[in-house]
């Protein structure tokens, strides 16, 4: 298999080897080619060449590239209005056609048509990674942006996202990717991997896509226990005992990691934590509680910004003071400061319980002096928890924190 | 496996009754419902609901729903025209975002949120296809079905497909829909499908959709041959001699079929024959040649148009009529009259040869007095073909049909 | 893939054929080369092409071939003695060594050397299938058969055979051989086997051994019920209501079949149904009952035999019968004269049912005037059934049917 | 998947700890039990109890196990005698079978039996891991191991392993093993172990057998580069220049290790390699050159026995000294004292260069003082090497290598 794998593309690469080799024009020459005539007949050849071309180019051909998509290939305001005006005077499919064309920018015709060479998906998502980097100085780019967004929006729909768990059966390649890609608490070696992988009481699921499958969209660490846990180090420990899975009651999500930079903006969260809820129900009937362990990125910083710190609080009055921001600090839009609770409360969650001296690590002590929380999923409530939420911005939230939180003003 | 597919599924099964049961509101309000807030929290359930519920629809109800798409989540003239102002005036990531909004009807949206449940992309690819069957009797679906179809575009993009060889060690579930999809030449037992994927010396291959593994898309037979064939009923004969594989020069692909209504106007053909091209001539590097046999779909009825006919004619002359229909009649666009001609010419292959008494069916006498056609893809002209086609509707052709056509010219 | 497969084929092929034509030395020759020093090293080309040799050796070729092995390939008695002698007189590493190998005939390690190229134990299986054949004839060959038997079973061991579901996912290639091995009711088409594997109430189940991943060794038909069955045309009747998998409390084992006979005396039929049992019982909890629906082949012969006849006899004389004869009739050694009755009886079922009418295929009355019987599988008692058939011969049946069979023996 | 598996195993796991929870009888009594009558019908629960209490077995009781085996389940003389005379008398089917009952020990059908539940073999394999360390304090299981070992020579037989390649695709699972079981070259970290297996001018390769799917039996790892190399912390290097797979001239084998002590005895390291040779021919043509870098286990102990001492030699001398080694040095049998020669040239391989300062690990300078050798599989010679080898003990080797160790004998 692996050998002939080999051999296939070997004679595949002396191939377009031989035809690319006297191709030099540049890129958006290509481009214009492969949106052309001669794109529809010899477009592979032609794709690859575009992509390849690309990998090569430097910072500085890159943001011209760029520069090109967004001048060259945009909307034509006129050929808008014009179509605009046709269909309002006569709405039919031809007067339609004309508008949905004249709205649509040639770029996303390119990208369909970059994306039919093995591999091609993976590359134009590091291609929009690319320009996100510049887009802080060249905010030009936004609307570029924005048609990357509105494409991969329509490539990873739910709908074509496979559920994949990540255990010690998995390649060494995707796992390796794991380590690389976990952004909440850190994995320093294959052995912290396998303390998260390997236990029967330890699960990590990643959604991957068809056409990249080897690079996880999004993947989730979870912890079964008995009861709601209040210590990430604790879930982590070297030599801890493992649980028989049969025996939990309580599923806990303790890290959900991003992976890829150039999907910035497609939401993957929110369906991975459902997905998991019910497969994991399914597999093991005795769970009865889904709740998240989760850093507080904001409250240190919020804190510091109402001259108030957790520097010499003591475990109540972190956590009543963390009670507090997570319930009450709110951005002018009504929604709370911290990033992980528009998360989970938009996903229809509710503010379980809060911890102190529960992420001991360096990053834990900054980010939040330690407090962390518990966000539940009840799917009793979860619909209810959400349109309220989006109603007006309520938060849902235990009796317990609530009281925190109410302490935590009178007491400040 | 299977088993505990059955037992997932059943679970799966009664959950979703229970809430289904619940939720007897009509399909557009289902709709609604599911572009609005709720829709991103429970969209899974909701999603499914709408699918099994348009499937329970009459043909009359299906009409009514395709009618509210169609009225109620279209764009709106007036909101595109006041984006687009503002965009005019301010091209910026705001305007650029909202203008986009506004040209895209609400029911891509739609289709985008119903695609998040397993099975959903067969399930809109069939809705599609009612579409379809309505739309002459409804031309102001047109509309409607312009947003299926450029929403079909970017999922069925070439990137993800995947081509499989159609075997004897396939899943006779998909055998089955082959025999089913085939429409050059009938397949018509067990039996017959044998004799197509079995021996060496014949191949067959498909297209899949990764969200639709078991419904192929396009599928193409082909027979490795010494020389090129000129008879289809030699190829498909009972008791033939089995050519070793490796010794055959030519591979002969006699018979294309899309196989998804559903999915009309979404092009593959092109793809899949270069792509089996590529890959045949990787595994057997003796292969020389790649041709069809294809049909004439449209010689009797274009000569019948012209007050001739076929009846009575010899075998040269029946050649040389073809040759001439071929090459010679052309519709108002320049393109020729007979849409196989179209297709195959369009993808840059060449008139090579005719053959009279080449299908002796009754279908084949009927549309073409039994004379076929051999198109010829030689990788050395194919671009240029297709350029010179695409550019003035220059036919490439041999020069053999080229005196054929000259002579029935003169002779006719 | 399967071009690769292919492409790496052709390359062993082509290097196979140049050291095969030059080697025509008679396959007695070749096999004692093979068994000498050579065979370790070149051991693949020289067991390939002795495998080939002897695919293409007609009859008597062949059966010169056993004679070989039978004369020159055995055991000598005067080695196996004094190596006898030795182990007895110093019973150490060296002797027991010694003596194991005088013991195993040269005709082992000849088939062990064979089985290393691709595809080698099917056609070993093969060759004892011919073996088999001539066994009548050449009843010498039985000590060569006993060898091959034994290392089938070692081979064959039930630690090595995989159980996999049939069903209309199921390669064509595989249901073709399921069609051809049905050996109790005739599969007479695709859409009877289809009848067969895929609506959800009925099942088939199959165990394969890894070294000939594509020919079932046995397989047993099982349809899922609502109590238990009385008639085989029933279970398979076209366009029968299909039940919900769910909804049956009953599965009923209505054909088992082995499939190849070159593995005869080898029993995988115990273990099958035992492992089906099992999975059944985990896929579906709410089956309960478990039960065959069998033929009684020896009944109309045994009946002739004891100046007895179904012919005429109402429902209630023909189940009396059938009851009197499965419970009654014994062979000399005090089994049931029936073969199917000492399977099942043997595997710890017992006799739960008979019915009239049960099999009105031309076989069916031919065999047993129609008559069919349930065995029953309970798992409470299997053990105890079995022990006490093995102890003494006891058989295990219902109150129901032992009274038929008393009302039989004073009514006949 | 997996969930579903999970669930399985944890019905299966309930069903057995009820019954096995009520068993506990003495594991020679189970073992007695199994073999019997029951043993047919309730094997599986029986199997996996006695597997599993022989797992929980300390390590005297398990010495009292095989002392049973060795006891109570051998042959018989006087049985063995009595059917060998029957035989003589009347060499049929029933002495024939008579006698190779006789002279098989119980103790490997009670094998077979415990090997029918999933897992079984991996178990038994380490159950005679087990007897092999107490061999050397308890000579008379030496028998009991001699059953062991020809039952697995049946059950491992070249034709039921599956080659794999190990690379960083493969699961983290095997890849760990790999790590572990790596006996000439240590692998300390996931880092080393990518550098050998990721790379495209690196290779590994592994036999399965399909019952124990996780578990290597043996492996090796071949470097592809120009030429024949001289060093094996050169081919280790980090952050070496990768080669182009397609440019390489050769490979080499730097490394094999058996995995399972268990199969010791059962030879499989001659057809991996030729297996590999025949993969990598096919896969990549220009391979010309099949050569390993071999340790030279033996030679600092042999220079010591022969008073003479690698210490302070220059590399000529060394290599000298190395080639009189591999060439002269021989056991009284006339075999090379060398096992790793003996192993290569067995195989037909040829001693074809030795290099100084090949190995500067602490190992190989203590071995061989560093000095390693190349022995090459010319596939043109190898059948001719292995039978004069076979046959005298001849050893082939290159002009270079013979005349340095012509001068070692002069110059020593």
Redesign the interface.
Known sequence: ????????S???ERRYRRSSARDDRPIEELCTDLLG??G???G?VLARLILDRYASLDWEDKRAFFAFLTGSQG?D?AT??AA?DS??AA???AS??A??AA??PDRQELA?RL????G??ERLVEMRADLLAMLPEN?EF??LD??FR??F???F????L?LR?I???????I?EKIIAYEAVHAIDS?DDL?RRVQP?DRRCFAFFH??MP?EPLIFVEVALTRGVPGSVQALLAKGRDVLE??KADTATFYSISNCQSGLAGISFG??LI?QVV???S???PKLSTFVTLSPIPGLTRWLAANDRSLDGADAARARALAAHYLIQAKRPDGRPVDPVARFHLG??AEVHNVHADADTSENGRRQSGGVMVNYLYDRAR??QN??KF??DGTIAASSEVRSLAAIALEDA
């Open positions: 298999m692996s050998f002939l794998a080999e051999l296939m070997t004679v595949f005539n001669s529809e007949v010899s592979g909307i305001v808008v209005r605009l269909f309002e709405p039919d499919k339609y056609r508008l949905m709205c649509e369909r994306n039919q060479v093995p091609a998906t905010p936004a609307m924005l048609d509105h494409l929006a329509s490539w729909n739910r709908g074509f496979v768990p255990n010690w059966e998995t390649p060494a390649e796992l294959w396998r029967e068809p056409a080897n899975a049969e929110n369906s459902k019910a497969d994991l399914r597999a093991l996903n229809g979860i619909t959400h349109e989006a109603a």
